[in-house]
């Protein structure tokens, strides 16, 4: 048993709902969160500074005592997990792996579409993780620059983020038959990306996949949480303003949070 929280970094917003999965499978874990919403989104950043803010983000979860982190970004992931992976002493888990592996066991056709931030898309991670694990499928990669933006300016409802969504997604309409939302921003439009692509194509949440790998780690090197100690506070920090990242993070995830300015 080992009573710390798990850490979790982002961009911004987009993580929670990563979050949100982890309260759903496993309610006993204590979370401690970290959104840099000041400098998202991460996608159109160089990969030198995309690597400099995220060892920022674990550098303040470990002064937390977390016993793990999930780096709930994709374009993070893409570009620095391996090597946060090597050097932490606790387990770090990326959301790309994860989601790769449930687009191949959902796909009937072989042809799987991946929409993610440049970054992410440029890096190619996705279509190489998968086509490792099943050499046969086809993958098409789409960059949506337009999208995490809408989602951390909480416009995910507005009609401009119709139109958005509409127009980004043409290219992929009818070519795929699986798509993996590969920037955990996105699953907070999957109202609308799913209404675009039409009911017969299953939306892969990357982060959602990843619970189930952090619950599989718990077990394994026996970090679960004693189910007799109660958890004191889900602990939540953005870099920006504390007002529009409470507001969406206590819509999507449905209760009172406390949430706190930090400046790194």
């Not at 496993?26 to 401690?32: A, Q």
Request: glycine share 6%; with cysteine; net charge neutral.
């Amino acid at each position: 048993m080992d009573n710390r929280p798990i850490g979790f970094l982002d961009s911004g917003v987009g993580g929670l709902t990563v979050v949100r999965e982890l309260m759903r499978q496993l309610p006993h874990e204590e979370i401690v969160y970290i959104g840099d919403s000041a400098r998202a989104p991460y996608g159109p950043r160089p990969a030198e500074q995309i690597r400099e803010f995220t060892w920022q983000l674990v550098n303040f979860l470990l002064t937390k005592d977390v016993k793990m982190i999930v780096i709930a970004c994709n374009t993070a992931t893409a570009v620095v997990w391996e090597e946060i992976k090597e050097q932490l002493e606790i387990p770090v888990l990326g959301v790309v792996l994860p989601g790769s592996s449930a687009a191949i066991k959902s796909t009937s056709s072989g042809k799987i579409g991946v929409i993610g931030t440049p970054m992410t898309v440029k890096s190619d991670i996705y279509r190489q993780k998968i086509v490792d694990l099943a050499p046969q499928m086809q993958v098409t990669s789409l960059a949506c620059p337009r999208f995490a933006p809408l989602v951390e300016s909480n416009q995910m409802a507005s009609s401009i983020a119709k139109k958005v969504v509409y127009e980004s997604l043409a290219p992929l309409v009818g070519k795929v038959d699986t798509l993996i939302l590969g920037c955990t921003h996105y699953p907070l439009l999957r109202g609308i990306i799913q209404n675009v692509m039409g009911p017969s194509v299953k939306l892969i949440d990357s982060g959602a996949e990843t619970i189930r790998d952090v619950s599989v780690l718990l077990n394994y090197f026996q970090l679960n949480r004693s189910r007799d100690v109660s958890i004191s506070q889900h602990r939540f920090y953005t870099t920006a303003g504390v007002a529009t990242f409470k507001e969406i993070a206590e819509n999507w995830l449905g209760q009172d949070l406390n949430v706190e300015h930090v400046k790194l």
